[in-house]
Antibody, heavy 119, light 109 residues
Framework: QITLKESGPTLVKPTQTLTLTCTFSGFSLSTSGVGVGWIRQPPGKALEWLALIYWDDNKRYSPSLKSRLTITKDTSKNQVVLTMTNMDPVDTATYYC???????????WGQGTLVTVSS | QTVVTQEPSLTVSPGGTVTLTCASS?????????PNWFQQKPGQAPRALIYSTSNKHSWTPARFSGSLLGGKAALTLSGVQPEDEAEYYC?????????FGGGTQLTVL
């Protein structure tokens, strides 16, 4: 059974750096073809893909946010970490992590974590 | 910047059939964009329905089907149920980067 769970601060101040952790079970990030992605959703708005990391440490970022994002993995801890720098109130959103499998994308999602950016 | 466009809203009667579409600003959508479809209900995380154009997950109801239609990715619901009322998002891949559509609010009325 694949599960994912996001964790991190619920409130950050403008200009601060956000660090979110995705802790997963039921799969390994050392398995060929497997990856984890991050997606966010501002309140009442659409989903926005942020970043992906694969088993071979290949990384992909949203072009519009690439300069602010870093995604890393700790295979031994079954965790993926996303950092986003220079946070702004427009970054207020629910942040999700999701599983990428061989031939499938985001089949399994975490419950999401709401991050509010406010002074 | 690549834009993926969906109908903002659609209404369907219970038992009816409806098709949602997903267009790319770069041109015709092909299988090489690996279209995915997700359903999201209020207060819930998205749920995956379709991957790689037309493949269903084990939990996807049979009434949902994916295809390519007129240069777009399409999601067809046949025999719509009241519980299908939700927001639907498509996702396309562009050389390793993914882009979600703006979503379609489906009302069952």
């Amino acid at each position: 059974q694949i599960t994912l769970k996001e964790s991190g601060p619920t409130l950050v101040k403008p200009t601060q750096t956000l660090t979110l952790t995705c802790t997963f079970s039921g799969f390994s990030l050392s398995t060929s073809g497997v990856g984890v992605g991050w997606i966010r959703q501002p309140p009442g708005k659409a989903l926005e893909w942020l970043a992906l990391i694969y088993w071979d440490d290949n990384k992909r970022y949203s072009p519009s946010l690439k300069s602010r994002l870093t995604i890393t993995k700790d295979t031994s801890k079954n965790q993926v970490v996303l950092t986003m720098t220079n946070m702004d109130p427009v970054d207020t959103a629910t942040y999700y992590c999701a599983h990428v499998g061989v031939g499938t994308t985001f089949a399994y999602w975490g419950q999401g974590t709401l991050v509010t950016v406010s002074s | 910047q690549t834009v993926v466009t969906q109908e903002p809203s659609l209404t369907v009667s219970p038992g009816g059939t409806v098709t949602l579409t997903c267009a790319s600003s770069t041109g015709a959508v092909t299988s090489g964009y690996f279209p995915n479809w997700f359903q999201q209900k209020p207060g819930q995380a998205p749920r995956a329905l379709i991957y790689s154009t037309s493949n269903k997950h084990s939990w996807t109801p049979a009434r949902f089907s994916g295809s390519l239609l007129g240069g777009k990715a399409a999601l067809t619901l046949s025999g719509v149920q009241p519980e299908d009322e939700a927001e639907y998002y498509c996702l396309l891949y562009y050389g390793g980067a993914a882009v979600f559509g703006g979503g379609t609010q489906l009302t069952v009325l």
